[in-house]
């Protein structure tokens, strides 16, 4: 217990921290409401005349992409810190420190991302309830969505991780970033529900980690039941599990190339 | 100016060639970025059928092959434009005054963004793959590119030449700039009033690419002369809002040198 305390005291001290940004960071997110907004009139002419696309209605659809957008526009953007540390060899004072160096940019990240999710979310509400009315089922659905939604931000912080520890070998991570986001952007359905792809489709990108980032969450959110939620969520214990670890075999690895220069 | 013009092109490119490696991830990673949206649209028509409000897919792709090139070509031949903004703020602007050049086009040519090449790279790409193969639909096409670099740089002028009088519009300027690019990647006609009246007037995107696109489908003469006479006038107004800002400008006494 007293192992996890000074992580529970690093991801407490960094909602402090992200507290002092909010304002500016709702600024920032005026694109979130623009997006909907551009959304909400695409949806609206394509649902035209018809009451369900693929199983969901308009109402969902909208829904859908205010929980995608929220776990993404609230990611910390870890492997960014990870490539400055690395670049600039400071990660050798975080190496003397008694913690986990992933441990810690596991709970730093969470933290942060927990902050920027709840306005998001907040303004998605609003956005989406004066443009298509209230979701049905939302405050039941609720509860399991935030758990889905932490899921979620915990899972795009193991991806993260992994890509800032490729910097020991590459310096420089970003188009790794890029790749992972276009395939949490196509496969993970977070522009288009993945129940809108061809049947061929469906079943392969439903199993990939990059749906537990964006379509399981979302999806339990707007069309919610028990079934949805137990396949979310073991999906996304796995997935976090695996990706845990292969972060942890990276990073050990990466200690070994490690050559401290005195200074 | 042309002459300037031109070395600010040679000596831009060939200092993003220097790190060859970063200069084609960069690129690489931009071609990249704007397939990924291909994608979305390619499952959408598939699911849907038919056409949204009078676009086919081809329509769209259009709007993406279109805004990537003017974009591209915005970003690679005057990248400097979105930094007007934090020269002014800076005081940076001095060296650009001492200069024996006109200023506007010195300053907004004097950098590249070289992930432009990308765009310039995915536009072109993008419009051989599923548009007309006709000279004259390719001419038009390349004409439509490069006025929507023109025109995007002139309103990118005038949102940050607010930096004159109203302090820093850089966050503001960026915002309504990003909103032209968000509004063009998608029909214009699922928008309808006021939305429509803002998409053609303070965030243009009618101007930049959904008008266009009609022409391109089937050639307006009369819309091709209206959608000129507004371009002129966007690029007029941008050059009027930083000369009247230039008059405003006072700068501290900072050092600087452009090498």
Redesign the interface.
Known sequence: MTHLRKYRMIFSCTIRDQFAYIPAYL??N??FV??L??FF??W???YRGQNL??GLSLTQTLWYLSFTEAVELSKARVYIQIQEEVKEGSIAYALGRPYSYNGFKVARSLGESLVKVIPIMLLGFIVCFLFTGMLPGYWSALPFGIILIIGGITLNIMWGLIIGLLAFWTE?V??FY??LQ?LI??AGGM??PID???DWLQTAAKAAPFAFSAYWPAITMVDFSMENFRTALFGQAFYIAVLAFTAYLIFRTALKKIHVQGG | MWKLLKKYFVFNLSAGMEYRASFLIQVFGMFLNNCAFIFFWMILYKRIGGDINGYGFSDVMFLWALAALGYGLAEVFMGNSRFISSIIYKGELDVYLLQPRAILPNLVCSRMNTAGWGDVTYGIVLYFLTQSFEPHKVLMFLVFSILMAVVFTAVRIIYHSLTFFLGNAEQFAGTITEMVIMFILYPGSIFSAPSTWILHSVIPAALVAWIPAEIFASFDLKKLLVLLSADVAIIILSVVVFQAGLKKYSSGNRMGTRI
């Open positions: 600024i920032g005026i694109f623009i997006i907004f551009v009139s695409l609206s002419v394509i696309i693929a420089e970003t188009p890029w790749i276009k952007f196509i522009f288009l809108f792809f061809p």
